[in-house]
């Protein structure tokens, strides 16, 4: 398989800072609102970089989705920033109104996504939000799988006219897109190229997937790997393509298998091309503490998981 | 392109008395809106009828010829969206779109929803509003970029008193303060009804004033909201208190369904529409004065 070099582990939230760091620079219409969560989300270069057009809201996440939108009146691109969880879930009605319906061009940066937040727990672990997010009419969601990648789809949005959720994590990972690379919304990266089964991954578990693969490759099995960075648009011709070609597909994410990657790719297969399934995703549950590496095991979402659900649709060809 | 300014001689509102045939005919709108699709919300509209014009015909500086960035041009956001028919009313006839438009509120593939929306491309809003208690929050935000901007015309929001009791209002109440957006006049229609009965009786306000003066805003009032003079008089006097680092709150005294004598001082019209006997009743108090959509 083809190999891919972790350049040292790094936080997906870092490199959303480093990304905001360069809009600053380069975009003077991007504005950054924060409630409280200055140094979780990285921004604080901006903060120091743009003070004036650093927002900082308090922990009132509602009235900070509210101020983003009426930014955009005036040609500013507001990028908001705290949890995934004061993100999506405790703000959904603003976001709806506000930003959605009202088409806004607002951008909400969330960091601390899923179980890998790790020891705060399950009322800080949202694992619903990429749902959440893809009900609302017009909204992009993207979830990035590592530091470059994260950095190149803040800068992305910056550029896309139009709501986005970007949804990225605390720990660090390992960091093995290309530096400064290019990211294309709605466009799939296919990581590997094989014949007996296809894994779509989004998030932390693209890196788990490409795991998977080199251990699935050592037991004759060829995985095809893809990199889902944006859940919707799905890339669906890409999907479809793979599997014509496998023949059976394992869908991995750091969510609930409820509302995320897997379902918006099992309803492009069923009414495309029905293909066997399996998921790799938290079973309708919340979270709870521990450190990710214990979470990501307890609740199978690591290249052990992709192993044996890959094992497990191919048997079912 | 129709601007409107307050230091501008406007065609036939030179006078009181032109604005206050302009809000009569602005009463039959809403009145007409609502019986047609018999649904919407009378009420309150009926109650806003004098701010509206007065804001549009006399107050804001601002243009009919449509730019959502509203950039050198006062904005304003409704937040309590659910009076939308005098807000649609007084759009149309200051230019927005065509007053015969209004025959279109609530109906299937019309630009006038029943809560207001960009969605549909309505010239006039900026915001979806109707989930309450977001509208203050947009406008801080509205009011930042023009700070940004170096843009120096100012932002307006209405917003309901049984509105009130959404938290969120309380985090914008207190962002504005703490953050000094002086270039933000919030009014706040007290008309004291909200759907299950009396705001009173339902989630009691308390002394808003005093709430608000705590809060750090600039607070006046309009003791009667349904005197076009008056609300003028409050708004001038509001604009002359902005710019001084802090945000502006007037406490607007109005009385639900004003100007039809069975629909006043009851919250039974909030959201209930008149039969035609009703609105034949209702137009003989308002009569005709621009001319009916």
């Given at each position: 398989m083809k190999t891919y070099t972790n350049t040292g582990n790094k936080d997906t939230r870092s490199g959303f800072g480093a990304g905001l760091t360069e809009l600053g620079k380069t975009n003077e219409n991007v504005v950054a609102l924060c409630a409280d969560l200055t140094g979780s989300l990285k921004m604080d270069e901006f903060k120091e970089n743009h003070p004036d057009r650093f927002f900082q809201i308090g922990i009132a996440e509602a009235n900070m989705i509210g101020i983003a939108a009426g930014m955009t009146i005036g040609g500013k691109i507001p990028f908001t920033g705290t949890f995934a969880n004061f993100s999506t879930g405790r703000v959904y009605d603003q976001i709806r109104q506000s930003v959605a319906y009202s088409d806004k061009n607002v951008k909400i940066c969330a960091s601390h996504?899923?179980?890998?937040?790790?020891?705060?727990?399950?009322?800080?672990?949202?694992?619903?939000d990429i749902g959440l997010m893809k009900m609302l009419p017009g909204m992009t969601v993207i979830n990035t799988c590592d530091y470059n990648q994260t950095k190149a789809a803040t800068l992305a949005i910056a550029k896309h006219e139009g709501p986005v959720y970007l949804r990225f994590g605390r720990p660090k990972v390992s960091n093995f897109t290309p530096e400064n690379g290019t990211f294309e919304i709605g466009k799939a990266v296919l990581l590997n190229e094989g014949t007996d089964v296809t894994i779509v991954a989004t998030g932390h578990l693209v890196w788990e997937a490409l795991l998977a693969c080199e251990a699935l490759e050592k037991d004759g099995i060829s995985a095809e790997v893809i990199n889902i960075h944006t859940i919707k648009p799905l890339d669906e011709e890409a999907i479809i393509n793979s599997v014509k070609k496998t023949g059976c597909i394992v869908t991995a994410e750091e969510h609930n298998y409820l509302g995320g990657l897997g379902e918006s790719v099992a309803r492009t297969l069923s009414l495309n091309l029905p293909t066997p399934q399996e998921f790799v995703a938290t079973e309708d549950t919340f979270g709870e503490s521990g450190t990710p590496a214990q979470l990501m095991d307890k609740y199978g979402l690591n290249a052990d998981a992709i192993i044996a659900k890959a094992k497990q649709v191919i048997s079912r060809k | 392109m129709r601007i409107f300014a307050e230091n501008q001689p406007i065609p036939n509102m030179a006078d009181i008395k032109a604005l206050e045939d302009f809000v009569t005919q602005v009463r039959r709108d809403i009145l007409r809106q609502v019986h047609r699709v018999n649904s919407g919300h009378p009420g309150g509209s009926l109650g806003c009828a004098e701010f509206f014009t007065a804001l549009y015909q006399e107050v804001m500086t601002h243009n009919s010829d449509f730019n959502m960035n509203g950039k050198d041009e006062d904005v304003f956001f409704l937040s309590?969206?659910?009076?939308?028919p005098v807000f649609y009313s007084v759009l149309a006839r200051s230019g927005?779109?065509?007053?015969?438009?209004?025959?279109?509120?609530?109906?299937?593939?019309?630009?006038?929803?029943g809560h207001p929306t960009t969605h549909e491309g309505l010239?006039?809003?900026?915001m979806a509003s109707g989930s309450l208690g977001q509208g203050l929050s947009v406008a801080i935000g509205a009011a930042s970029s023009k700070k940004l901007n170096g843009d120096d015309k100012l932002v307006y929001a209405l917003l309901g008193d049984g509105e009130l009791q959404e938290g969120q209002n309380w985090e914008a109440f207190m962002y504005a303060a703490g953050n000094g957006i002086d270039n933000l006049i919030a009014t706040i229609d007290l008309n004291g009804q909200q759907i299950d009965g009396s705001t009173d009786k339902v989630l009691p306000l308390g002394n808003l004033k005093e709430k608000f003066v705590a809060f750090g805003w600039d607070v006046l009032e309009i003791k009667d909201g349904n005197n076009i003079k008056e609300v003028i008089d409050g708004l001038k006097l509001a604009k002359s208190k902005t710019g001084n680092g802090k945000p502006v709150l007037i406490l607007m005294h109005t009385v639900m369904g004003n100007g039809v004598d069975f629909m006043m001082h009851t919250h039974a019209w909030h959201g209930k529409a008149p039969n035609d006997e009703q609105l034949e009743t209702a137009l003989k108090q308002n009569p005709e004065t621009l001319g009916d959509y």
């Amino acid at each position: 398989m083809k190999t891919y070099t972790n350049t040292g582990n790094k936080d997906t939230r870092s490199g959303f800072g480093a990304g905001l760091t360069e809009l600053g620079k380069t975009n003077e219409n991007v504005v950054a609102l924060c409630a409280d969560l200055t140094g979780s989300l990285k921004m604080d270069e901006f903060k120091e970089n743009h003070p004036d057009r650093f927002f900082q809201i308090g922990i009132a996440e509602a009235n900070m989705i509210g101020i983003a939108a009426g930014m955009t009146i005036g040609g500013k691109i507001p990028f908001t920033g705290t949890f995934a969880n004061f993100s999506t879930g405790r703000v959904y009605d603003q976001i709806r109104q506000s930003v959605a319906y009202s088409d806004k061009n607002v951008k909400i940066c969330a960091s601390h996504a899923g179980v890998t937040l790790g020891e705060d727990g399950a009322t800080h672990q949202i694992l619903e939000d990429i749902g959440l997010m893809k009900m609302l009419p017009g909204m992009t969601v993207i979830n990035t799988c590592d530091y470059n990648q994260t950095k190149a789809a803040t800068l992305a949005i910056a550029k896309h006219e139009g709501p986005v959720y970007l949804r990225f994590g605390r720990p660090k990972v390992s960091n093995f897109t290309p530096e400064n690379g290019t990211f294309e919304i709605g466009k799939a990266v296919l990581l590997n190229e094989g014949t007996d089964v296809t894994i779509v991954a989004t998030g932390h578990l693209v890196w788990e997937a490409l795991l998977a693969c080199e251990a699935l490759e050592k037991d004759g099995i060829s995985a095809e790997v893809i990199n889902i960075h944006t859940i919707k648009p799905l890339d669906e011709e890409a999907i479809i393509n793979s599997v014509k070609k496998t023949g059976c597909i394992v869908t991995a994410e750091e969510h609930n298998y409820l509302g995320g990657l897997g379902e918006s790719v099992a309803r492009t297969l069923s009414l495309n091309l029905p293909t066997p399934q399996e998921f790799v995703a938290t079973e309708d549950t919340f979270g709870e503490s521990g450190t990710p590496a214990q979470l990501m095991d307890k609740y199978g979402l690591n290249a052990d998981a992709i192993i044996a659900k890959a094992k497990q649709v191919i048997s079912r060809k | 392109m129709r601007i409107f300014a307050e230091n501008q001689p406007i065609p036939n509102m030179a006078d009181i008395k032109a604005l206050e045939d302009f809000v009569t005919q602005v009463r039959r709108d809403i009145l007409r809106q609502v019986h047609r699709v018999n649904s919407g919300h009378p009420g309150g509209s009926l109650g806003c009828a004098e701010f509206f014009t007065a804001l549009y015909q006399e107050v804001m500086t601002h243009n009919s010829d449509f730019n959502m960035n509203g950039k050198d041009e006062d904005v304003f956001f409704l937040s309590n969206g659910h009076i939308s028919p005098v807000f649609y009313s007084v759009l149309a006839r200051s230019g927005y779109f065509p007053v015969e438009e209004l025959n279109t509120f609530r109906l299937i593939n019309s630009r006038l929803q029943g809560h207001p929306t960009t969605h549909e491309g309505l010239p006039g809003i900026r915001m979806a509003s109707g989930s309450l208690g977001q509208g203050l929050s947009v406008a801080i935000g509205a009011a930042s970029s023009k700070k940004l901007n170096g843009d120096d015309k100012l932002v307006y929001a209405l917003l309901g008193d049984g509105e009130l009791q959404e938290g969120q209002n309380w985090e914008a109440f207190m962002y504005a303060a703490g953050n000094g957006i002086d270039n933000l006049i919030a009014t706040i229609d007290l008309n004291g009804q909200q759907i299950d009965g009396s705001t009173d009786k339902v989630l009691p306000l308390g002394n808003l004033k005093e709430k608000f003066v705590a809060f750090g805003w600039d607070v006046l009032e309009i003791k009667d909201g349904n005197n076009i003079k008056e609300v003028i008089d409050g708004l001038k006097l509001a604009k002359s208190k902005t710019g001084n680092g802090k945000p502006v709150l007037i406490l607007m005294h109005t009385v639900m369904g004003n100007g039809v004598d069975f629909m006043m001082h009851t919250h039974a019209w909030h959201g209930k529409a008149p039969n035609d006997e009703q609105l034949e009743t209702a137009l003989k108090q308002n009569p005709e004065t621009l001319g009916d959509y």
